[in-house]
């Protein structure tokens, strides 16, 4: 069975730093897109970041550039993404994706791509 369950979410003040894990159990994701995703309290689903497992490009929304980190280990197949300098806009539930990787990106940022999703972990930044 394919999971991908995360972990590391948790309170913070503004300024500070958690790292979140997802751990991908039941098949091998070589040849997949390992994505973050946020949701906030009343808004939409939103991308982070994400990595192909294979090769290790990166790719950030402008929100995170700079602050937040994704990477992989490919010996414990866990993808983790890095967060500093968190602010309270960083509030939201993040959850861990994985899509079929394709030779273009356009369709990294499209929820609609994902076909496997973790339950979520909580991340709540206080001012």
């Known amino acids: 069975q394919v999971q991908l369950v995360e972990s590391g979410g948790g309170l913070v003040q503004a300024g500070g730093s958690l790292r979140l894990s997802c751990a991908a159990e039941?098949?091998?994701?070589?040849?997949?897109?390992m994505g973050w995703f946020r949701q906030a309290p009343g808004k939409e689903r939103e991308f982070v970041a994400a990595?192909?497992?294979?090769?290790?490009?990166?790719y950030y929304a402008d929100s995170v550039k700079g602050r937040f980190t994704i990477s992989r280990d490919n010996a414990k197949n866990v993808v983790y993404l890095q967060m500093n300098n968190l602010k309270p806009e960083d509030t939201a539930v993040y959850y861990c994706?994985?899509?079929?990787?394709?030779?273009?990106?356009?369709?990294?940022?499209?929820?609609?791509?994902?076909?496997?999703w973790g339950q979520g972990t909580q991340v709540t930044v206080s001012s």
């Open positions: 039941g098949r091998t994701f070589s040849s997949y897109i």
């Open positions: 994706a994985a899509a079929p990787a394709k030779y273009y990106s356009d369709y990294i940022r499209r929820l609609g791509e994902y076909d496997y």
């Open positions: 990595i192909r497992w294979r090769v290790g490009s990166t």
